[in-house]
C-alpha cells in the first residue's frame, strides 16, 4: 500500500564490531507511536526501520521512514545563539552553552524576585516521550513558582468527553479492529493520521467487515471506505443521539448489558426522544435515511467498533460530542466483543507515575493558569504580563489559533524569549537565547501511545549532534543555576524512566524499566474486551448516560448537542459575512508542523492549497489553481484553490500546518481559526471557524 513504506530487508552479513542496532520510539504526536531499530556504524545512524512491536509490526509512516534526514538535516540548530537583530527577524549569533544558561538563569531569578508568573513555560507535544514532554521541565517550572500551563491544542475537549461517560481515555483495543464486521471511523483519517489502524481496517474489509466513515470531507480514508457520511462540521452529537433515538425506539438495546453496566438509561431514553432522525438530518445536512439505516445497522452488529479521533472534537461542542457518541456501545452491548466498543485513546489505561514525573508537590504558593489555546491573549494582554517564555516542543507561531495576535505577543520588545529546538521555526526567529535540541535518536525517552497498548523505552542510537542537549538536561543545568537544590532537580533521564513506572497500576505488573530496554516494548496488562463485564473506571463503574460528574463540571448531566460557534444555522449574523465553514485538517507529509521544513516533505507536498465545492468555486468567480484569500474578522492569507466535491458545499478545507515564513505570503491556517474554547477541557476549537474566501488581489 501506498503510504506504509516496508521495513529494510534486515541486515544478515556477519556481526560488524562498529555496527550495531538499537531500539527506539518515534516520538510523534500520532496516535501509533511506532516502534524503531536503528542501525549506527561508527557512530553514525545508517538506517531507520519499523521495530518488531505487534502493532506498528515493523512498518513505518513515509516522513519516518526518513527521520535520518531530519536528524542529519543541514538546517539544525547546532549550538546556543542569541538574537542580534529585530525581534521575528531571525538572526542570530553563536555564544556559549554558559554564555546562555547564564543569561536565562538572570533573568528568571530578576523576574522571579518581583512576581514568578510572569514567567511562562510554553511546551506542547513536539515530542511525547514522558521525559522531554513532562518531567524535569514541570519540576523546575513548579518549584520556580512559574505560571502554569494549560496543553489544550489537540485533545482536552474530547479526553474531557470520554471521561464523563466513561471515566477516562480509555476504550476497545485497536489492534482487535481486524475482527470487527463494521467500522465506523468518525472523525478520523487514519489514512494520513492512524496508519497501523487502518491497516487493521483493511484486513477487517478482506474479512467482509463494513466500514463506514463519518467525515465533512471525503478524506484520504473516506475514498477507501465503504460509506461516506459527510455531516456539516460540529454537529456529530445530533447524528448521535438521533441513532440512539432509533435504537432506543426500536428496542434495539442490548438490555442485559444495560440493565448491569450502565446508569441513566431511563433519563437517556426520555432525552433522545425529541431527538428525531428528521430534526438530526436537518442540523446535520444529511438524510434521514443515512441516520435511520446506520442505527439499525450499528445496533445490528455484535462486533462494532467506532474509532472517534480527535477531528471532530476540535468544535465548540466537542467535549459533549464525545461524551454523546461513547454512550452508543454500552446500549448495543457492543462491549462485549473484542472488537466492539468505541475508543477515542488509550492513554488513561498505562497508570504511569505522573505525580513523581512531574512532582506537583513542589509548588510554592498558588501561581495562575494560562491556557495555551489563547496564547495570543495572553502575551498581549495578561495581568501581571508574560515578561518571559521558554518555549520547547512547539511552534506556537505556527500552531496556535489566531496567530495575528500570538506574533504580536512574541514581538513585544519588553518580553524576554528563550526557545529550545530543533529547527529555526517561525517561533524560533522570535527568540531572544536560541538553544539546540536533540532528536529522539540522541536522548532516552519512555513512552505511552494513545492509540496501542504498549510501552516502549527509546534508547540513543548516536550522541548529540552539535551541541544539542534533551529538554531536560537543559532544565537540570538551569535548576542548579538557579540554586534550587532539590534532589529530584537533579534526576538522570533513566532515573526519571523509572520513576514513571514507580506504579502500583495493574496494567503495569511486570513491565520494569530493566525489562522494557532489553525487549524495546512490553504490552500492558489490559485484556482484548476490556469493559465485556462492565467495570468502567466511572464513580458508579458503570457507562454513564447520566453523569454526575458532568452536573458537578455545570454540563448538562446527559448527553446532549451543543452546537458550533460559527455555523450557518446557529451564529446566522456570523454566517451572513462569513458563510464557509473552515477546517484545516493535519497534511498527510507534515505532523503538525514538524517536517513542514524539509525538502522531501516539502516536495511531497507541493504548495498551501484549499479545497472549495465547485458551486462555492462557481459563485465566487474562483477557477481551479487561483490563487484565494481566505478571510474573517481575526485575519487572512492567501492559498491556492482546488476546486473539488470532496469537500461538501459549503464547507472549504486546507491541510495544514505550513510553516508561515516557507509559505508565499507568509501566513497560515492560523491566521482565521479562533481562541474560543470549547465546552469542555479548555480545548482549542480549530474547526469551529467560518470563513468568506475571494480571488486574491480583489
Ligand atoms: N500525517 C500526519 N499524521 C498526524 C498528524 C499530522 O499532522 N500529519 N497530526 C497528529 C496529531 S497531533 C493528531 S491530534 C492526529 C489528528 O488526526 P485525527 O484525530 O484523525 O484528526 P484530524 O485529522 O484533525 O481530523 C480527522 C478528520 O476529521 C474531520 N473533521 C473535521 N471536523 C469534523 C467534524 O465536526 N465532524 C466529523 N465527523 N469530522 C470532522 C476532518 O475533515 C478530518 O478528515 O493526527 C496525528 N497524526
Ligand atoms: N490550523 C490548525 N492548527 C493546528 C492543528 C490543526 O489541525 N489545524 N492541529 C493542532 C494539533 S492537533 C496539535 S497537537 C498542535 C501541535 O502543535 P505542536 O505541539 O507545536 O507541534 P509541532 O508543530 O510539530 O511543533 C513541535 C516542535 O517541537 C520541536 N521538538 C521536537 N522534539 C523536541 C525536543 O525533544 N525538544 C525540544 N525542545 N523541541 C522539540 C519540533 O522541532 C517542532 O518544531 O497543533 C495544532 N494546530
Ligand atoms: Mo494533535
Redesign the pocket.
Known amino acids: 500500500m501506498r503510504f506504509l513504506l516496508p521495513a529494510t530487508a534486515m541486515d544478515t552479513a556477519s556481526p560488524q564490531p562498529n555496527r550495531r542496532t538499537v531500539s527506539a520510539a518515534c516520538?510523534h504526536?500520532c496516535p501509533d507511536t511506532c516502534a524503531l531499530e536503528i542501525t549506527v556504524e561508527d557512530g553514525r545512524a545508517v538506517c531507520i526501520r519499523g521495530g518488531d512491536m505487534p502493532f506498528t509490526a515493523g512498518t513505518l509512516c513515509t516522513k519516518v521512514a526518513r527521520y535520518l534526514d531530519r536528524t542529519y538535516a543541514p538546517s539544525r540548530i547546532l549550538y546556543p545563539m542569541k538574537r542580534i537583530g529585530a525581534k521575528g527577524g531571525g538572526r542570530f549569533a553563536r555564544i556559549s552553552w554558559d554564555e546562555a544558561l547564564d543569561t536565562i538563569a538572570g533573568r528568571f531569578k530578576a523576574i522571579a524576585a518581583t512576581d514568578p508568573q510572569q514567567i511562562l513555560p510554553v511546551s506542547?507535544?513536539?515530542?511525547m516521550g514522558m521525559v522531554?514532554y513532562a518531567s524535569m521541565d514541570r519540576r523546575f517550572f513548579h518549584r520556580l513558582g512559574a505560571s502554569l500551563l494549560e496543553r489544550t491544542?489537540?485533545s482536552s475537549a474530547g479526553k474531557a468527553g470520554s471521561k464523563i461517560t466513561l471515566g477516562g481515555s480509555v476504550g476497545c483495543d485497536p489492534e482487535q479492529a481486524e475482527h470487527a464486521r463494521l467500522i465506523i471511523i468518525w472523525g478520523s483519517n487514519p489514512v494520513v493520521s492512524n496508519l497501523h489502524f487502518w491497516s487493521r481496517c483493511q484486513a477487517a474489509k478482506r474479512r467482509g467487515a463494513k466500514l463506514v466513515i463519518i467525515d465533512p470531507r471525503r478524506s484520504e480514508t473516506a475514498e477507501k471506505c465503504h460509506q461516506h457520511i459527510a455531516p456539516y462540521p460540529g454537529t456529530d452529537a445530533a447524528l448521535a443521539l438521533a441513532m440512539m433515538h432509533v435504537i432506543i425506539g426500536e428496542g434495539l438495546t442490548d438490555a442485559d448489558y444495560v440493565g448491569n453496566h450502565t446508569l441513566g438509561y431511563d433519563e437517556l431514553a426520555a432525552r433522545v426522544r425529541a431527538w428525531t432522525p428528521q430534526r438530526a438530518a436537518a442540523i446535520c445536512g444529511i438524510t434521514t435515511a443515512e441516520i435511520v439505516n446506520l442505527a439499525r445497522e450499528y445496533a445490528r452488529t455484535r462486533a462494532a467498533m467506532i474509532r472517534i479521533n480527535?477531528g471532530l472534537q476540535r468544535h465548540a461542542g466537542g467535549g459533549m460530542a464525545v461524551r454523546t457518541i461513547a454512550c452508543l456501545p454500552a446500549l448495543t452491548g457492543a462491549w462485549r466483543e473484542p472488537a466492539g466498543g468505541v475508543l477515542l485513546a488509550t492513554s488513561d489505561f498505562y497508570g504511569f507515575n505522573h505525580r513523581a514525573l512531574e512532582r506537583p508537590d513542589l509548588l510554592r504558593g498558588a501561581p495562575r493558569t494560562i491556557n495555551l489555546a489563547a496564547l495570543g491573549d495572553a502575551l498581549t494582554a495578561a495581568q501581571p504580563p508574560v515578561t518571559a517564555a521558554y518555549v520547547?516542543?512547539?511552534?506556537?507561531v505556527?500552531?496556535c489559533p489566531d496567530s495575528r495576535k500570538v506574533m504580536a505577543g512574541f514581538a513585544r520588545e519588553d518580553l524576554f524569549t528563550v526557545v529550545?529546538?530543533?529547527?529555526q521555526?517561525d517561533t524560533a526567529d522570535y527568540a531572544d537565547i536560541l538553544l539546540p535540541?536533540?532528536t529522539q535518536l540522541e536522548h532516552h525517552d519512555i513512552h505511552k501511545s494513545y492509540g496501542h497498548m504498549y510501552v516502549q523505552a527509546s534508547q540513543p542510537a548516536i550522541a548529540p549532534v552539535g551541541e544539542a542537549k534533551?529538554?531536560a538536561e537543559v532544565f537540570r543545568l538551569l535548576a542548579a543555576r538557579m540554586g534550587f537544590d532539590d534532589a529530584c532537580l537533579r534526576d538522570s533521564d533513566e532515573d526519571i524512566c523509572r520513576q514513571a513506572l514507580d506504579s502500583t497500576a495493574t496494567a503495569l505488573q511486570g513491565i520494569t524499566w530493566d525489562t522494557l530496554k532489553k525487549h524495546g516494548w512490553q504490552r500492558l496488562n489490559v485484556s482484548a474486551a476490556p469493559f465485556a463485564e462492565g467495570g468502567f473506571p466511572t464513580p458508579s463503574g458503570k457507562c454513564e448516560f447520566w453523569s454526575e460528574t458532568a452536573k458537578a463540571q455545570g454540563h448538562d448531566p446527559l448527553p446532549d448537542y451543543t452546537p458550533p460557534r460559527e455555523g450557518p444555522t446557529s451564529n446566522r449574523a456570523l454566517a451572513q459575512r462569513y458563510p464557509l465553514a473552515f477546517i484545516?485538517?493535519?497534511h498527510r507529509h507534515f505532523?503538525?508542523?514538524?517536517f513542514a521544513n524539509l525538502d522531501f516533505a516539502l516536495r511531497d507536498a507541493g504548495e498551501p492549497s484549499l479545497d472549495i465545492h465547485p458551486d462555492d468555486a462557481a459563485s465566487r468567480g474562483i477557477r481551479d489553481g487561483m490563487p484565494v484569500c481566505v478571510f474573517n474578522d481575526r485575519g487572512n492569507y492567501t492559498v491556492r484553490a482546488h476546486l473539488t466535491t470532496k469537500v461538501r458545499r459549503g464547507v472549504v478545507s486546507a491541510p495544514?500546518?505550513w510553516w508561515k515564513k516557507l509559505t508565499a505570503d507568509r501566513r497560515n491556517?492560523?491566521e482565521v481559526?479562533s481562541q474560543a474554547v470549547a465546552d469542555m477541557g479548555g480545548a482549542a476549537t480549530?474547526y469551529d471557524c467560518l470563513v468568506q474566501v475571494k480571488p486574491a488581489g480583489r
Open positions: 516520538p504526536d506542547y507535544a513536539g515530542t522531554s491544542l489537540c480527535y520547547y516542543n512547539t511552534n506556537p505556527a500552531v529550545h529546538e530543533i529547527f521555526t535540541a536533540t534533551p529538554n484545516s485538517p493535519p505532523l503538525n508542523s514538524s495544514s500546518v491556517a492560523n481559526t480549530y
